[in-house]
C-alpha cells in the first residue's frame, strides 16, 4: 500500500511565505496524481492543487493560484507545496492525497492520504 506523510505544518505570518512537503513510499509505481487539499474546522476539505505526476502537468483552486506552487521531486518521491503571500484565510489542516491514477474532481475520489498537517496564519 501507498504511505504519505507530510511534514512542514506550523505557524506563519500573513503574506509570509512556508513549504510543504509529501514523501510517498510503498506501491508508487504507475501513473499516479498527486496534490494538496484542506479542510479548516467547521468546513468541508477543498482542493488546493494538484499534479499529474506522468507529465507533470498541474491545477489550482482559485483561492491559491499566483500565490501557491505544487512540485515535485521524482527519485525523492514527493511532492510540495510552496505557499507565498499567505492569508488568514488559508489556516487548515493540508493533507497530501494520491490517486492511482488521474486527477479525480472530488476528494473522496482520491485513494490515499497523508496524516494532515496543521497550518496557522496569524494576521
Known amino acids: 500500500q501507498v504511505q504519505l506523510v507530510e511534514s512542514g505544518g506550523g505557524r506563519v505570518q500573513a503574506g509570509g511565505s512556508h513549504r510543504l512537503s509529501c514523501a510517498a513510499s510503498g506501491r508508487t509505481f504507475g501513473s499516479y496524481g498527486m496534490g494538496w487539499f484542506r479542510q479548516a474546522p467547521g468546513k468541508e476539505r477543498e482542493y488546493v492543487a494538484v499534479?499529474?505526476?506522468?507529465?507533470?502537468?498541474?491545477y489550482y483552486a482559485d483561492s491559491v493560484k499566483g500565490r501557491f506552487t505544487i512540485s515535485r521531486d521524482n527519485a525523492k518521491n514527493t511532492v510540495y507545496l510552496q505557499m507565498n503571500s499567505l492569508k488568514p484565510e488559508d489556516t487548515a489542516v493540508y493533507y497530501c492525497?494520491?490517486?492511482?491514477?488521474?486527477?479525480?474532481?472530488?476528494?473522496?475520489?482520491?485513494?490515499?492520504w497523508g496524516q494532515g498537517t496543521q497550518v496557522t496564519v496569524s494576521s
Open positions: 499534479i499529474n505526476w506522468s507529465d507533470d502537468s498541474t
Open positions: 492525497a494520491a490517486s492511482r491514477g488521474g486527477l479525480p474532481a472530488d476528494w473522496a475520489d482520491w485513494d490515499y
